[in-house]
């Protein structure tokens, strides 16, 4: 407490006071129309470290919701062409065992071979499809005409023990940190033995021995069919499961941003009502006490 | 018994009641200057004469013109001053670090990383992809330009703080000079016994000046003070004052991170020659200005430096390790070894290195792994990863670290600032308590003066009556 007061110590504070008010004014005014209560590092240093990783985190999920997304885009046209396998080995099934039953002419045996010719030529499309240029079952690699994983049963060099010349890495992406799916499977794993017992049967058709001795194979060839289809599905799971957990992370790490830089928009409005109310008190009570003094008492 | 020692102290009454006047109506004049010290008339009683044998009072006489003045009060003021202006140009200068840094508003470091990598985890989806591999060296590109910015807003926000500090130095000095002229006006007037309390004034608003530009220490001796500055030079001493010299080429010269050279302060010699201050200068808006340009500013370029290292170091080394589209071992995807100098060496997509060195272009292992690297703590023991060393964090665990520090950096100095300024205010409070005018005692110093000026002056009319009286009865 000081025993004596001068004009200028009354200003001065005055001043000092409507100053601090209209500063404080100033940011709520920012918070307000920004909706953003960390505008600088200096609001909040520990929360603006927050943030940035936040933002990056944010970033890092939808990366790796894009990276689900093409895999699942990848594994479901798979697992439609697979389909597409699964009825080739089924006829040829019926075929070898309508073939089986002794009573097939000469005739019906040599169409039956076409038959099944073309569903080897077919089964080896299905392993050369692609999407998007990309094949499907060769790590997903480029597409280049002439360059098919599969060799085409009519081509010059095609080997039924061993058709298949496309890459074995398969392709795996990563969804999450440290968190891979394989998108594909090397060809020769899905259509080796298919391709095989297609041949096999075709050739037993052709040269009038037991098509029958085809089946084991054949089934076989659907199991792998099969396991692969399975494969894709419990892995297509495993691509929704993560996508529901990025989803969530998503939304609350978002949550962690606006707790960390959120403004408090009904504080805010309550503070400037606030604020408004002390600067009109202040002004008011200022200008009484810097007009009370003894000259003006004395109409000097 | 006479009339005439009446004349006399009626005179002397009026003299020093007039004084009286004018000294308050000085004060009023000055009411809002802050830095006006007020001034009050010290009467005493003349001593008393004996008259025909009766010792009576001889009426009043003017003792001296007083500056109500602390000198504590003074001294405390001008530290405080001093401290505030410092903490208050720091904190402003932090204030544009945070800006220049600029990492919450969006288009920061952090985001170009994070585009750098989703680039590297898009080339993983399709490695032998061209518009892929053009997009991750483009933002690789943009991840080494943002590098480049940040470090050159770093170098011109450094340059401009220490075109400030050049061009406070002839402020400082025409100050100094200032106060050497003042000390010996001052000397002077006091020797010849003359009032020179405005002069006190004035002296004491230049050395709130130069502590708000400087930090000083001063002492005042026989009415001269002795400032004293940076390693106890003594910048001024009686009339005589002692200029800072601002100097970029004396060795060793100061570098900037722009690679120029930055002002030293210091002084001349007698031969000429430039001798820089050794010690810190601590205090005044020079101080501060020059804790920003010579610690902060470095450790922060620093910091951006490191992660610039980590990241041309780590990504090389994975780049390095794998094999490009055409089968050849991957190349150094960037060079420099700093922030400024950070760039991109590889301009053909063919030639960035997705695959892991088993000649199959659709392998994506090397990709993957340039993508893991956003998520892998560097702690410099990793041989696979060069060496690098963030610490132990990530690059944007790093990233937020820095930019954590600079709001810590810019927050401690905003609440020193405040705290500084209510110390001056505190100060200046107690200064004007004491010092300041308060315009309604002055009003009644006015009253009172008047009246007593009016009773000399009816002394006055009363002792002619009295001599007319006398004068009446010789006639």
């Known amino acids: 407490m000081f025993s004596r007061v001068s004009d200028v110590q009354i200003s001065s504070q005055v001043s000092v006071n409507l100053a601090r008010v209209q500063l404080r004014l100033q940011e709520l005014s920012e918070q307000a129309s920004s909706g953003v209560r960390l505008n600088r590092p200096s609001d909040d240093p520990a929360g603006a470290g927050t943030v940035i990783r936040s933002h990056s985190i944010i970033n890092a999920l939808g990366q790796d919701t894009r990276a689900a997304s093409f895999a699942r885009g990848f594994l479901g046209a798979q697992d439609a062409v697979l389909d597409d396998a699964d009825s080739i080995i089924t006829r040829a099934r019926e075929i070898a065992v309508q073939q089986a039953n002794g009573v097939a002419s000469d005739a019906d045996r040599a169409a039956a071979a076409t038959e099944v010719h073309e569903l080897l030529s077919a089964l080896v499309a299905v392993g050369n499809s692609e999407l998007g240029g990309r094949r499907l079952f060769s790590s997903g690699e480029d597409a280049v005409p002439g360059a098919e994983p599969f060799t085409h049963p009519d081509d010059v060099g095609f080997d039924p023990a061993n058709p298949y010349s496309g890459s074995t890495t398969p392709l795996e992406v990563e969804i999450g940190s440290g968190r891979l799916v394989r998108v594909t499977t090397t060809g020769s794993d899905v259509f080796g033995r298919a391709i095989a017992a297609l041949d096999d049967l075709e050739t037993r058709l052709q040269a009038g021995t037991d098509p029958s001795a085809s089946l084991t194979a054949l089934e076989l060839s659907a199991a792998d069919i099969s396991t692969e289809r399975s494969s894709i599905g419990a892995r297509v799971q495993s691509l929704d499961e993560r996508t529901g957990q990025i989803d969530k992370t998503e939304l609350a790490t978002k949550e962690i941003i606006n707790e960390a830089s959120g403004a408090d928009i009904v504080g805010i409005v309550t503070d400037l009502v606030a604020l408004q109310t002390q600067l009109q008190i202040s002004a008011a009570a200022s200008q009484q006490i810097l007009g009370a003094n003894l000259a003006s008492m004395l109409q000097v | ?475």
Not at chain 2, 89 to 98: N, T, V, Y
Not at chain 2, 227 to 252: E, M
Not at chain 2, 425 to 436: C, D, F, K, P
């Open chain 2, 1 to 475: 018994m006479g009339l005439t020692p009446i004349f006399d102290l009626a005179t002397r009454a009026l003299r020093a009641q007039n004084l009286v006047l004018q000294t308050a109506g000085q004060n009023l004049a000055n009411a809002s200057r802050p830095s006006y010290s007020r001034q009050r008339v010290v009467l005493a009683a003349d001593p008393p004469q004996s008259l025909s044998g009766i010792v009576v009072g001889s009426g009043v006489r003017v003792q001296e013109v007083q500056q109500v003045v602390n000198t504590l009060t003074e001294t405390q003021l001008l530290q405080a001053r001093s401290r505030s202006a410092g903490e208050i140009a720091a904190r402003d200068e932090l204030s544009q670090l945070e800006t220049v840094l600029g990492e919450l508003g969006g288009g920061g470091l952090q985001e170009t990383l994070d585009s750098f990598f989703a680039a590297a985890d898009d080339l993983a989806l399709h490695p032998q992809g061209i518009p892929e591999r053009t997009i991750f060296l483009a933002t690789a590109e943009t991840l080494a330009a943002r590098f480049q910015d940040r470090a050159t807003q770093l170098a011109e926000l450094q340059r401009q703080i220490d075109e400030r500090v050049a061009a406070a130095v002839p402020e400082v000095n025409g100050l100094l000079d200032d106060i050497a002229t003042l000390n010996g006006e001052i000397f002077r007037a006091e020797v010849g016994g003359q009032n020179a309390n405005d002069l006190r004034d004035q002296r004491r608003e230049a050395l709130g000046q130069l502590s708000d530009l400087i930090g000083i220490t001063q002492f005042e001796s026989n009415g001269q003070v002795t400032v004293v500055g940076p390693d106890g030079l003594p910048l001024v001493d009686r009339d005589r004052a002692t200029h800072v010299v601002a100097d970029k080429a004396t060795q060793p010269t100061l570098t900037g991170l722009d690679g120029r050279a930055l002002t030293r302060l210091g002084f001349e010699v007698s031969n000429g020659d430039f001798v820089g201050f050794s010690s810190t200068i601590g205090g005044g808006e020079l101080g501060g200005l020059l804790a920003v340009r010579d610690t902060d500013i470095p450790s922060i370029a620093a910091s951006l430096d490191q992660l610039a290292e980590a990241l041309r170091t780590a990504v090389n080394a994975v780049h390095t390790n794998g094999e490009d589209l055409d089968g050849n071992a991957g190349g150094s995807l960037f060079d420099g070894t700093t922030a400024s100098t950070l760039r991109v060496l590889i301009t053909d997509p063919r030639e960035v290195a997705a695959s892991l060195g088993t000649s199959t272009p659709e392998d994506n292992q090397n990709a993957r792994a340039l993508a893991a690297l956003q998520y892998t703590a560097l702690d410099g023991t990793d041989a696979a990863l060069g060496n690098a060393d963030l610490d132990g964090s990530n690059f944007v665990g790093f990233l937020s670290s820095m930019i954590g520090t600079v709001g810590a950096l810019s927050q401690t100095a905003q609440d020193r600032a405040e705290a500084a300024e209510a110390v001056t205010t505190e100060i200046q409070n107690r200064r004007a308590a004491l010092s300041g005018v308060n315009t309604n005692e002055e009003l009644l110093t006015l009253l009172d003066a008047q009246r007593a000026f009016q009773a000399a002056a009816i002394l006055v009319n009363t002792a002619t009556s009295a001599l007319d009286a006398v004068l009446a009865m010789v006639d």
